[in-house]
């Protein structure tokens, strides 16, 4: 199992950016596919970004159609650490973010298809 451990969120006015990170250890980071998926209040988690191991030859990311154009996923191997710089934020982007983890290839945008989660943290965009 790895654990995850969110960082980055905070409050920010509409137009603006922030930059999430999430730390992983206890596994081999690179075996791992990453996603990131959020909930707002009232409503259920979803899936938001995700990218693909790096166990390959190359990395593949997929998106959401909501933030497609405006937040990227990547990720550092040498800092065991996934991103997600988040541009143009919007309020309807408000909820608490989570990392989620799974070994293979990826990407996976399924909420059931991870196994290893992180506790989240808060991104509130003002209007």
């Known amino acids: 199992q790895v654990q995850l451990v969110e960082s980055g969120g905070g409050l920010v006015q509409a137009g603006g950016s922030l930059r999430l990170s999430c730390a992983a250890s206890?596994?081999?980071?690179?075996?791992?596919?990453m996603g990131w998926f959020r909930q707002a209040p009232g409503k259920g988690r979803e899936f938001v970004a995700a990218?693909?191991?790096?166990?390959?030859?190359?990395?593949?990311?997929d998106y959401a159609r909501s933030v497609k154009g405006r937040f990227t996923i990547s990720r550092d191997n040498a800092e065991n650490t996934v991103y997600l710089q988040m541009n143009s934020l919007k309020p309807e982007d408000t909820a608490v973010y989570y990392c989620?983890?799974?070994?293979?290839?990826?990407?996976?945008?399924?909420?059931?298809?991870?196994?290893?989660w992180g506790q989240g943290t808060q991104v509130t965009v003002s209007s």
């Open positions: 989620a983890a799974r070994r293979g290839i990826g990407p996976y945008l399924g909420l059931g298809e991870y196994n290893n």
């Open positions: 206890g596994g081999t980071f690179s075996m791992y596919a």
């Open positions: 990218v693909s191991w790096s166990g390959g030859s190359f990395i593949t990311t």
